[in-house]
């Protein structure tokens, strides 16, 4: 019985800190619209159907993660659904993103559900959203190519800074303890690919840190490659 309501108690903390984490940044989202220069000023019928267009896609994109083995262990997944996430942003603004990102996660746990206790699930939503929120809020300073490349450029350092702390900090404890693997075997899965790493220090410097960093790139390019060619199909003709 204190085993039932211990696990209780550690599910509700965690559902408890989610929802803080995402009001925190639903919150600073909408802030920061506040204080940017230009709004795009769009209906919210349209507004809805951009935001689930782009979260549809980016559910797609979530579905179709891979492994990298050789640099991380299999629970740590790169995908690209990012990429819908901030061509939603660049033309909507920050809040879009924060709710495009949401609506990610919530297709996703609706047709494939969790493998991971759920803590995946939100470590994507959280990571995602330091790499798109950044992203966009700078581009929405100034709509030009280069503010682009470089919210891109800061929001993929952010998000290597960030999810590498948040995992070593929150994230691979959470999941130790809600998955019910001990900390020290996937410290040793790590190993296993990583000579070097001994403690959580170093399995998240040498394998989230890269894989962070990779993700990021990669979905920069492909958001500056694919922002002008699907504003003429899905959006109205933009500046970038």
């Not at 993660?65 to 819908?84: Q, T, V």
């Not at 894989?211 to 109205?236: H, M, P, Q, W």
Request: positive net charge; proline residues 4%; charged residues 15%.
């Amino acid at each position: 019985m204190m085993k039932l309501w211990n696990a209780l108690q550690e599910n509700l903390l965690f559902v408890v800190v989610c929802a803080a984490i995402i009001a925190g940044l639903s919150l600073l989202a909408h802030l920061a619209e506040r204080f940017l220069p230009t709004k795009r000023e769009v209906t919210v019928a349209r507004r809805v159907t951009l935001i689930g267009i782009c979260a549809a896609a980016a559910t797609v994109l979530h579905i179709l993660d891979f492994p990298l083995l050789f640099l991380a262990p299999e629970f740590y997944k790169l995908d690209f659904s990012e990429a819908p996430v901030l061509l939603c942003g660049f033309y909507l603004g920050p809040s879009a993103t924060v709710a495009c990102e949401g609506v990610k996660i919530l297709l996703k746990l609706l047709l494939k559900g969790t493998s991971t206790a759920f803590v995946g699930d939100f470590a994507n939503f959280v990571v995602g959203c330091s790499l798109v929120l950044p992203a966009t809020i700078l581009y929405h300073i100034r709509k030009t190519r280069a503010c682009a490349i470089w919210g891109l450029a800061a929001g993929t350092l952010v998000m290597t800074v960030f999810g590498t702390a948040f995992n070593a900090v929150y994230l691979l404890p959470k999941f130790s303890q809600l998955y019910g693997l001990p900390l020290d075997t996937i410290i040793a899965l790590g190993t296993a690919i990583h000579g070097g790493i001994h403690d959580i220090i170093g399995f998240v410097v040498l394998c989230v840190a890269p894989l962070n960093l990779i993700k990021g790139t990669a979905v920069s390019v492909l958001t500056l490659l694919l922002y002008k060619r699907v504003e003429k199909v899905l959006f109205s003709r933009g500046t970038l």
